[in-house]
């Protein structure tokens, strides 16, 4: 690695993050360590982490980073020019732990690293949670993004295995691809869900998404955005984790700039509100979700809880909806990799003319 790319950027990494991102308040912290984590899977077993009341604010640290496989850990990060160690980098000793002994059922070898569920009191089948996104901040200096055949978007077209290191510079607030080559970085948790049906079985794996959430990759998903969520077991039973710093729409390799982040998260129950789908909601937009294997039912589906929200938020008939829909909403692929793929439609604001707002996070 160039030393463009790490020159002056881990010595202040920390200092920079808490300089520029005040840490928010909250009301309880739940840290990544084996008993809180969970790999590849939700389970509507597990004992939760914590228990909350609506409206109460959770801190909660993910893990990530850990692209060593069988190598040392701190071999590994010095082979890869990352200053620093399992000793000196808190994040990743918390991730070779909870690697090495969070507990696997049979059949769950790895996947992604989780953290819950969090029981939110007062929430039952049939309610709708609301996530409000308050703050999403890595936890480590870098990230990685990477790509193997028979992956990804173009998995015929992979001719071997590969994983690029992403230096961040916190006081500019982007990650380093190369000396002249920089992405602005903007973290979300890719994986935020409430616990699946019984329907989907005892060992729902995180991989594809669902009408729960789970592993949306939506990178509209960062702080300032409510994610809006469908409750199918008394207290949500609420996780989360594949912590992002930055991804593009589509997510074609597999990756975004795999990190590891702590979010701050608000959660808010609506009583007797029920969706059938994921939906959310920013300063500026309102966001539907489409999910299939087959990106074109999964944009149909985009389409139609389109024009399912027009309907409910603004009284529009099936025609209105959908005419509306054509001339001022934009589609978009959320991923294309997750087994079941993603569409989500932004709904912009700014074209209903009377909207009164009270939207809890503002445009800067």
Known sequence: MNKYLISGLIASCFAAVSSVVAEPKYDYHVPFTPENAIIGHFSPIKPPVVKIKSGDTVKIDGGGGARWGDK?????????NIPGSLATIPALAETAEVLKKTPKPEGITGGHLLVGPIYVEGAEPG?????????????????TTGGRPSSGAIPDLVPRPFNHIVMYDFKRNVGIWNSNTEVPLAPFNGVMATCPSIEEGPLRRSGPPGNFGGNLDCKELTAGSSLFLPVFHKGALFYTGDCHAAQGNGEITVNAIETANTAYFQFVVHKGKTISMPRAENATHYITFGLDPDLNKAMRQAVTETIKFLGEKRGLDFFDAYGLASIGVDFCVTQDVDQTNGIHGMIPKKIFTDLKDSFWAKTQ
């Open 72 to 80: 040392d850990p701190d071999a590994w990060l010095k082979e890869s």
């Open 127 to 143: 309610d709708t949670l609301e996530v409000r996104i308050i703050s999403v901040v890595p936890r480590i200096p870098y990230g």
